[in-house]
Nanobody, 130 residues
Framework: QIQLVESGGGSVQPGGSLRLSCATSLTTGRFNSMAWFRQAPGKEREGVAGHYYAGDSRYYADSVEGRFAIFRDDAKNMVYLQMNSLLPEDTAMYYC???????????????????????WGQGTQVTVSS
């Protein structure tokens, strides 16, 4: 059973920064794709950032482009989300997700779908408030 565990969430003022981390229990091999999603109360889960190992490809939601950055360390089987210039609307539970079977040819158009990723963490809360 592969596990993903997020950390790094917390409360921050608008304009602040946080770095989320996701540790996996993967001991051999590598996920094809890893991503971050978020879900605010009363809203659907949405893709925030996705990463595909081939080509070191990164994808972002329009709402976070230029403020958030996803990067992964396959040696440690971890993925991170650096969040800068945080806004109150970034407040949500943030989830790490990963998959072995996603295809590079279609990931650019599917990374933001929860169905693309089989493995999920339990989430870490991010609250942006003054």
């Amino acid at each position: 059973q592969i596990q993903l565990v997020e950390s790094g969430g917390g409360s921050v003022q608008p304009g602040g920064s946080l770095r989320l981390s996701c540790a996996t229990s993967l001991t051999t091999g590598r996920f094809n794709s890893m991503a971050w999603f978020r879900q605010a109360p009363g809203k659907e889960r949405e893709g925030v950032a996705g990463h595909y190992y081939a080509g070191d490809s990164r994808y972002y939601a329009d709402s976070v482009e230029g403020r958030f950055a996803i990067f992964r360390d396959d040696a440690k089987n971890m993925v991170y989300l650096q969040m800068n210039s945080l806004l109150p609307e970034d407040t949500a539970m943030y989830y790490c997700a990963a998959d072995f079977s996603s295809r590079w040819s279609s990931y650019f158009n599917t990374w933001y779908s929860a169905a693309t990723h089989k493995y999920w963490g339990q989430g870490t809360q991010v609250t942006v408030s003054s």
